[in-house]
């Protein structure tokens, strides 16, 4: 069993749209957790940044960490056609550097 | 900025031969990552430096891979001698500080016939 469990999709939505993407993992140790995008033949970008539990919203982007579950989500509210890339989660320990990524979610947004 | 460059781009090369994967991070950042990605393996992390000290190289696969970082503006990651299961993409990244946000390189899209 892999640390972290992403489905790889792809996933595909209508314009507008809300997305929810998900990982789960099975180190209990892990503190923070992180979503990013990559569009195709480029780099990943980071998204957005979680310390523990609980909710943090960035304009259209909600991320949540339920550590209870060890679940993490990522919804992305009135998606578009740009938001149509990879999604990969990532998480690490506190005290190292050394993050754990998904094997990451292909999302479109269809116009 | 130019944000962190990586060269080659791509680089295809034959079973056996060194390959010599080449990155710039972003002028200013004492962090600095490798990273491969795979369809099947997803993203992994190979080595990481810290004020041009390479600080976990518990994810570099076998001994033929190395990595060095002479400078705080360079650093190079080998392949010698290199195998097919090679190929994939690899990422550098570089940041300000060890927990500070991560930028991506573009990618050397690595091919190992």
């Known amino acids: 069993q892999k640390e972290v469990e992403q489905d790889p999709g792809p996933l595909s939505v209508p314009e507008g749209a809300i997305v929810s993407l998900n990982c789960t993992y099975s180190?209990?140790?892990?503190?923070?957790f992180m979503w990013y995008r990559q569009y195709s033949r480029k780099g990943p970008e980071l998204l957005m940044y979680t310390y523990s539990s609980g909710n943090k919203e960035d304009g259209r982007f909600t991320a949540q960490v339920d550590k209870s579950s060890k679940y993490i989500s990522l919804f992305i509210r009135d998606s578009q056609p740009s938001d149509s890339a990879t999604y990969l989660c990532?998480?690490?320990?506190?005290?190292?550097?050394?993050?754990?990524f998904g094997t990451g979610t292909r999302l479109k947004v269809l116009a | 900025d130019a944000g962190v460059i990586q060269s080659p781009r791509h680089e295809v090369t034959e079973m056996g031969q060194e390959v010599t994967l080449r990155c710039k991070p972003i002028s200013g950042h004492n962090s600095l990552f490798w990273y491969r990605q795979t369809m099947m393996r997803g993203l992994e992390l190979l080595i990481y430096f810290n004020n041009n000290v390479p600080i976990d190289d518990s994810g570099m696969p076998e001994d033929r891979f190395s990595a060095k970082m002479p400078n705080a503006s360079f650093s190079t990651l080998k392949i010698q001698p290199s195998e097919p299961r090679d190929s994939a993409v690899y990422f550098c990244a570089s940041s300000p500080l060890l927990d500070n946000e991560q930028f991506f390189g573009p990618g050397t899209r690595l091919t190992v016939l």
């Open positions: 180190n209990s140790a892990f503190q923070y």
């Open positions: 990532a998480m690490r320990e506190a005290g190292t550097y050394k993050y754990i």
